[in-house]
């Protein structure tokens, strides 16, 4: 497969080739080849041998290297410290996103790159508002559950969103009442209403003591009174049957190891057992069943699910997005997706500023839980390609912006902590600001980063969306999904530690109510597991359909590794003329030329109906029949990584790396000096 030079250019409007964001160094390592000396470089260090090599480690498994042969010892000494100093701000206002909204704010100007800087993104519900919440409320039918706004002005919890969703029968000053028991003020918080009735509600631990029961009762039973067959209710305990953000960290410290080996190519016959053995696909496995597991309670047993963990902000925000991905068509768009990482992570408290480790503070607290999530995401997308909107390409560009401070989306460990940086940035700088601060722009801004041709690429041609419709004999035919009944039942709680069920149906009050016989819980385990594996084998069996529930294969052989995401900057790891990109262009160009047709169709009929499509649909895909029909003699190819390119990265011993330029001896003299630096507070 050929592409034309010049025609077919992807680059981030941010960044050239090589760029590097300051967040995303991970480790800058300074290296004496003839003295045989390393050290790794952090802020106010002293550097007293010459390097004659540094090397920069990315967060991205990408990894620089520099030589210094032409350079004097003190200008490789001042370069080495001031990357090692900047890449470590102290302070979050320091990073690049604050100083552009400061220009932006001066200067009153909107548009960047020539484009309007608010014309994209402005349709992904960013779920700030009360209207946010209240639509979704309406697309999901959630008729019991209400929007409250008990946290306004962050009142109650600086974790939580100023608006979420509760059972309707607990009123505002109920909640007032439960807050202090749960770990973080983090009182339960409504996520998504399936149609049967079912809801899934995530929430943090209720802090021993006395009341303890006493209000988890009351929760439980608000929660079970808003399923119009007042259902039973299953509790995961995610901290007991998970693995912890320590143990994911590790996993993908290995993973990231393996991939960056010196020696790749070496180790090639030992590949996939050294790869099982970082125990990443191990845990994109877990993460994956115990979702699907809790989506089919959901779908098929019609039961609302609550998820809690110690303070319901860190696998929750995994498990709960999963989920929704599985049972929410909307959630496969773009626009949905993006609207479903506002919800259960961005407003929900995600510590991104923790978790990403931005500031270099504490490696403890790092773990990569949005990129696990992204993985779990990108193993559904490649066995139900149909199902998506998106491709994989836009998962890892969207990784990727994680680490471009720049937009304020994955900046801030909660919306409250948003709005007080803000604040305190505009009141310093005596910057006249509307609302409640400077605005860092939302990474959903896409044309901040691409031109619309590149965006193209985010476009999978393969979807199959309810929108897309069909014309048979002169009448146009849309996708349905039938209802199956659901059987009403008394409520009843189940909880799940550690893979196995208990009951708790002494919760409730037997006042006015009829109690379920109890049941033998090792019988009901052992039925819970039969019932599982039976229900996985019968939904293989059937006929998929792509507007309703997804669940993944999840043996070894069908979770892959995420080479795009992995394996880019590797020259060693790719296909020349393969991968997915051969046959993503292929169908990319078929789509094309289908939709080309659709549209002499209609302009042929004439119909008025049919018209009203958008006829620039075809301009959808990002490669289309014409460039190649017109394209000139001089041709490229692909590579297995495309659209990044590992040509020229700096990421193997083999490769001596970029000297820096004689220029760099007079560019050094405006640099802070290597004292100055030592003493910087």
């Given amino acids: 497969m050929i592409v034309c030079v010049g025609k077919f250019q992807y680059r981030n409007l941010l960044l050239e080739e090589h760029d590097i964001s300051l967040t995303c160094v991970e480790q800058v390592v300074a290296v004496n080849d003839e003295r045989k000396k390393r050290k790794v470089l952090g802020p106010n260090q002293r550097l007293k041998f010459k390097p004659t090599e540094l090397i920069i480690y990315c967060k991205d498994f990408r990894i620089i290297r520099f030589r210094f042969d032409e350079s004097v010892p003190e200008s490789a000494r001042k370069i080495c410290l001031v990357i090692a100093h900047y890449s470590q701000p102290k302070d979050l206002q320091l990073l690049f996103g604050f100083a552009y909204a400061r220009e932006k704010c001066q200067n009153s100007v909107d548009k960047v790159n020539g484009t309007d800087s608010e014309a994209d993104g402005l349709q992904t519900s960013l779920f700030e508002t009360y209207s946010d919440w209240d639509r979704e409320i309406k697309r999901t039918g959630a008729s019991e559950w209400r929007v409250c706004s008990v946290n306004e002005h962050y009142a109650t919890s600086t974790s939580l969103p100023e608006y979420f969703v509760v059972p309707s029968s607990l009123a505002d000053e109920d909640l007032k009442q439960l807050v202090p028991s749960f770990n973080g003020d983090r009182i339960p918080m409504w996520c998504w209403h399936h149609w049967t009735g079912s809801a899934l509600v995530r929430m943090a631990n209720i802090k021993p003591g006395p009341k303890l029961r006493k209000h988890n009762t009351r929760i439980l039973k608000a929660i079970a009174q808003s399923h119009p067959d007042k259902s039973e209710v299953f509790k995961s305990d995610l901290d007991k049957s998970l693995p912890n953000i320590s143990e994911v960290q590790a996993a993908l410290m290995r993973l990231k190891q393996l991939c960056i080996n010196d020696l790749f190519e070496e180790t090639d016959e030992k590949w996939l057992s050294l790869l099982e053995n970082t125990r990443w696909l191990e845990y994109v496995r877990l993460f994956l069943k115990h979702s699907a597991e809790l989506a089919q309670w959901m779908y098929s047993e019609n039961i609302s699910v609550i998820i809690h963990e110690e303070e319901g902000r860190d696998l929750s925000c995994v498990i709960a997005s999963v989920m929704q991905v599985m049972l929410d068509p909307h959630y496969r768009t773009m626009l949905g997706f993006q609207s479903l ?73 909660s919306p409250y902590q948003r709005m007080q940086q803000s604040q305190d940035f505009a009141t310093n700088g005596n910057l006249h600001c509307e609302g409640k601060g400077v605005e860092l722009p939302p990474v959903w801004n896409w044309f901040l980063q691409f031109t619309a041709k590149d965006l193209t690429l985010f476009n999978n041609p393969l979807y199959i969306g309810k929108s897309v419709t069909c014309v048979q004999n002169g009448t146009i035919k849309s996708f349905k999904r039938a209802k199956k ?178 220029f760099l001896l007079t560019a050094a003299k405006t640099w802070p000096s290597t004292e100055t630096l030592a003493n910087d507070d």
């Fill in 341 to 413: 990482i506002q919800k259960e992570w961005v407003v929900a408290g995600y510590r991104f500023l923790d978790r990403c480790n931005h500031l270099g503070e504490s490696e403890k607290q790092e773990s990569p839980l949005f990129l696990l999530f992204l993985d779990c995401v990108w193993q559904l997308l490649q066995q139900f390609p149909a199902a998506f909107e998106f491709t994989e390409t836009y998962l890892t560009v969207l990784y990727d912006s994680l680490r471009i401070p720049l937009f304020g989306t994955f900046l801030f460990n």
């Fill in 485 to 662: 009944n659901s059987s009403s039942s008394i409520y009843s709680v189940y909880t799940m530690k550690n893979g196995k069920l208990s009951d708790q149906h002494d919760f409730f009050p037997r006042r006015n109510s009829i109690q379920r016989p109890s049941t033998d819980l090792v019988q009901l385990n052992e039925s819970h597991d039969r019932n599982m594996e039976r229900y996985f084998r019968d939904w293989f069996s059937k006929s998929l359909d792509l507007h309703g529930i997804i669940l993944p294969h999840l043996s070894s052989a069908h979770t892959q590794l995420w080479k795009q995401c992995y394996l880019r900057w590797i020259p060693e790891a790719q296909i020349t003329n393969g991968g997915f990109i051969s046959a993503f262009h292929k169908i990319s160009m078929l789509a094309d030329d289908i939709e080309t047709l659709q549209q002499r169709l209609r302009q042929y009929w004439s119909d008025p109906c049919l018209s009203s499509f958008p006829d620039s649909y075809s301009r959808r895909m990002y490669f289309q029949t014409k460039d190649f029909s017109e394209a000139p003699g001089t041709f490229d190819y692909f590579s297995s990584s495309f659209p990044f390119s590992p040509v020229g990265n700096l990421c193997r011993r083999s490769i001596l790396g970029t000297p820096l330029s004689k």
